[in-house]
């Protein structure tokens, strides 16, 4: 039997649980009204244009609007990973007709959850299914059917539905389909327009082709951004610490090779269909790993190797190009300043030196950081983030930001995510906003490309139940009837 204080504490954790599960209201205070915003307009004297702007780039004019990539259809097949379910839903968004398919059994990531804790799965509130918040948000949409291609009467279904597609977007493991033989050199022989587009971490092929594979085949996002040095590169510097105390490379809290390769996946598999339509007639293969889609935006880093031979150290949220270019801590959490210039770098200290007089002495008066070059060495960005430091431990970041504005600074603070979501500007585009889905009110993220005057993407609803498009989707793009699905379902097929 329980001792008493076993159950206390579990009264206890089963209590604050159910205080983690409260609804935020939202938005706690609400958006600001045009009235209050013009004016901004007018003082910056664009009233006519941010008038034009608001009626043509509004948020929520989306809906009306054409698609830009409406009549288009999309396949897409894999499991854990983002990369492919990022790319899908980004056709989604653009109109296209997206369909995803999963085992019988479901994908595994509708079932990952924060802390493995099953009250953080959403509910859908006609079925009662759970499902992870990670699989809703990449479920937009997509319409969603299950299918066994292990199965040779799976594999046939998927040739049907591969026959019947524009883009084929596959993000199983390297040659997982080819070995099935529902791969692009056999699916191109029955549908030669289909863009097919592979998108995983490392490669289908060289060396590394099979380097992850026994046990992590489905979940190589760390591997990719380990791969390519952007962890190495993320991270305090070892050499501005005391020993022990920092200096290791750290990953991104997203999963971010993921999320670039599927962006890139969706550039490329555009451009495709341009070349399809207006210059080759075909279709064909594209390749996207998250390791290569990472290293495209590593900055010079590779470069910097190539020149003198020597590996760009980490620099923690120090920019070794300008002095200052970089967030510092204050009062009450983190403020950026940007100095890069100059001037600006002199208005940085004229500002500073208001309230911390030693700042102007101690900066200004010092020969070595008269010129731009000189002050961007080490030594001299450790005095300056030093000094700037501490004016900011005494101020929080609206004050700092007001006085740095005064000075025609670019600052701002690092926000968090619910101060993000509650920021006016945000709010009144807005930037994030509540969507009624199947699982009740979601704060989500509008889409990036949601302002535009023609074809802007939307947001139609978010998740499925598993299968729930089974008997619309195999109708529609095989011919299937009801009883067919349902005899496939009964094999284990569907």
């Given at each position: 039997?329980?001792?008493?204080?076993?159950?206390?504490?579990?009264?206890?954790?089963?209590?604050?649980?159910?205080?983690?599960?409260?609804?935020?209201?939202?938005?706690?205070?609400?958006?600001?009204?045009?009235?209050?915003?013009?004016?901004?307009?007018?003082?910056?004297?664009?009233?006519?244009?941010?008038?034009?702007?608001?009626?043509?780039?509004?948020?929520?004019?989306?809906?009306?609007?054409?698609?830009?990539?409406?009549?288009?259809?999309?396949?897409?097949?894999?499991?854990?990973?983002?990369?492919?379910?990022?790319?899908?839903?980004?056709?989604?968004?653009?109109?296209?007709?997206?369909?995803?398919?999963?085992?019988?059994?479901?994908?595994?990531?509708?079932?990952?959850?924060?802390?493995?804790?099953?009250?953080?799965?959403?509910?859908?509130?006609?079925?009662?299914?759970?499902?992870?918040?990670?699989?809703?948000?990449?479920?937009?949409?997509?319409?969603?059917?299950?299918?066994?291609?292990?199965?040779?009467?799976?594999?046939?279904?998927?040739?049907?539905?591969?026959?019947?597609?524009?883009?084929?977007?596959?993000?199983?493991?390297?040659?997982?389909?080819?070995?099935?033989?529902?791969?692009?050199?056999?699916?191109?022989?029955?549908?030669?327009?289909?863009?097919?587009?592979?998108?995983?971490?490392?490669?289908?092929?060289?060396?590394?082709?099979?380097?992850?594979?026994?046990?992590?085949?489905?979940?190589?996002?760390?591997?990719?951004?380990?791969?390519?040095?952007?962890?190495?590169?993320?991270g305090l510097a070892q050499d501005l610490l005391p020993r022990g105390k920092g200096g290791d490379p750290t990953r991104s809290g997203i999963w971010l090779a993921d999320y670039v390769a599927g962006g890139q996946g969706y550039v490329n598999a555009l451009a495709a269909l341009y070349w399809r339509e207006e210059l080759g007639g075909t279709g064909q293969m594209i390749e996207v790993t998250g390791a290569e889609a990472l290293m495209d935006i590593l900055d010079f880093d590779i470069t910097w190797y190539g020149f003198n031979a020597s590996i760009k150290a980490?620099?923690?949220?120090?920019?070794?190009?300008?002095?200052?270019?970089?967030?510092n801590p204050c009062k009450d959490g983190y403020m950026m300043i940007g100095g890069q210039t100059d001037k600006l770098w002199y208005n940085i200290g004229f500002c500073l030196e208001r309230d911390f007089t030693q700042f102007g002495r101690l900066i200004h008066e010092d020969p070595f950081l008269k010129?731009?070059?000189?002050?961007?060495?080490?030594?001299?960005?450790?005095?300056?983030?030093?000094?700037?430091?501490?004016?900011?431990?005494?101020?929080?970041?609206?004050?700092?930001?007001?006085?740095?504005?005064?000075?025609?600074?670019?600052?701002?603070?690092?926000?968090?995510?619910?101060?993000?979501?509650?920021?006016?500007?945000?709010?009144?585009?807005?930037?994030?906003?509540?969507?009624?889905?199947?699982?009740?009110?979601?704060?989500?993220?509008?889409?990036?490309?949601?302002?535009?005057?023609?074809?802007?993407?939307?947001?139609?609803?978010?998740?499925?139940?598993?299968?729930?498009?089974?008997?619309?989707?195999?109708?529609?793009?095989?011919?299937?009837?009801?009883?067919?699905?349902?005899?496939?379902?009964?094999?284990?097929?569907?």
């Amino acid at each position: 039997m329980p001792e008493k204080r076993d159950i206390e504490i579990n009264s206890r954790a089963d209590t604050i649980g159910l205080m983690d599960m409260d609804v935020r209201p939202y938005p706690v205070t609400p958006p600001p009204s045009y009235d209050q915003v013009k004016p901004v307009y007018e003082r910056r004297k664009a009233l006519e244009f941010c008038d034009w702007a608001e009626d043509n780039l509004r948020f929520e004019k989306r809906y009306p609007k054409d698609e830009a990539l409406s009549g288009l259809r999309v396949l897409d097949i894999g499991l854990w990973r983002l990369g492919h379910k990022f790319c899908a839903s980004l056709f989604g968004e653009s109109g296209a007709e997206v369909v995803s398919i999963e085992p019988p059994s479901g994908d595994p990531l509708r079932k990952l959850t924060p802390f493995g804790r099953e009250e953080y799965l959403l509910t859908n509130k006609l079925t009662g299914e759970k499902c992870g918040m990670e699989f809703v948000n990449e479920t937009v949409n997509k319409h969603c059917i299950t299918l066994d291609v292990e199965k040779e009467d799976g594999r046939e279904i998927f040739k049907k539905l591969a026959n019947n597609v524009d883009i084929l977007i596959d993000g199983m493991p390297p040659g997982y389909m080819d070995n099935l033989g529902i791969g692009y050199r056999q699916l191109k022989e029955i549908n030669p327009r289909m863009i097919y587009v592979w998108i995983g971490m490392l490669g289908q092929w060289g060396p590394w082709k099979d380097k992850q594979s026994k046990f992590g085949q489905w979940e190589l996002e760390p591997f990719a951004s380990c791969a390519n040095a952007w962890v190495h590169n993320t991270g305090l510097a070892q050499d501005l610490l005391p020993r022990g105390k920092g200096g290791d490379p750290t990953r991104s809290g997203i999963w971010l090779a993921d999320y670039v390769a599927g962006g890139q996946g969706y550039v490329n598999a555009l451009a495709a269909l341009y070349w399809r339509e207006e210059l080759g007639g075909t279709g064909q293969m594209i390749e996207v790993t998250g390791a290569e889609a990472l290293m495209d935006i590593l900055d010079f880093d590779i470069t910097w190797y190539g020149f003198n031979a020597s590996i760009k150290a980490r620099s923690g949220g120090w920019d070794p190009n300008l002095n200052q270019y970089a967030w510092n801590p204050c009062k009450d959490g983190y403020m950026m300043i940007g100095g890069q210039t100059d001037k600006l770098w002199y208005n940085i200290g004229f500002c500073l030196e208001r309230d911390f007089t030693q700042f102007g002495r101690l900066i200004h008066e010092d020969p070595f950081l008269k010129e731009m070059g000189a002050r961007n060495a080490l030594h001299a960005l450790i005095k300056t983030y030093t000094l700037t430091t501490r004016w900011l431990r005494d101020t929080n970041r609206v004050e700092a930001e007001t006085k740095l504005l005064e000075y025609q600074l670019a600052a701002g603070p690092i926000l968090y995510i619910d101060e993000v979501c509650e920021f006016p500007h945000f709010k009144y585009r807005p930037w994030v906003y509540v969507h009624e889905t199947d699982y009740g009110p979601l704060l989500i993220a509008s889409s990036p490309s949601s302002y535009q005057v023609r074809a802007p993407f939307r947001c139609k609803w978010m998740g499925r139940d598993l299968g729930y498009d089974n008997y619309e989707i195999y109708l529609k793009w095989t011919g299937m009837g009801q009883n067919k699905v349902n005899e496939m379902k009964q094999k284990g097929v569907i």
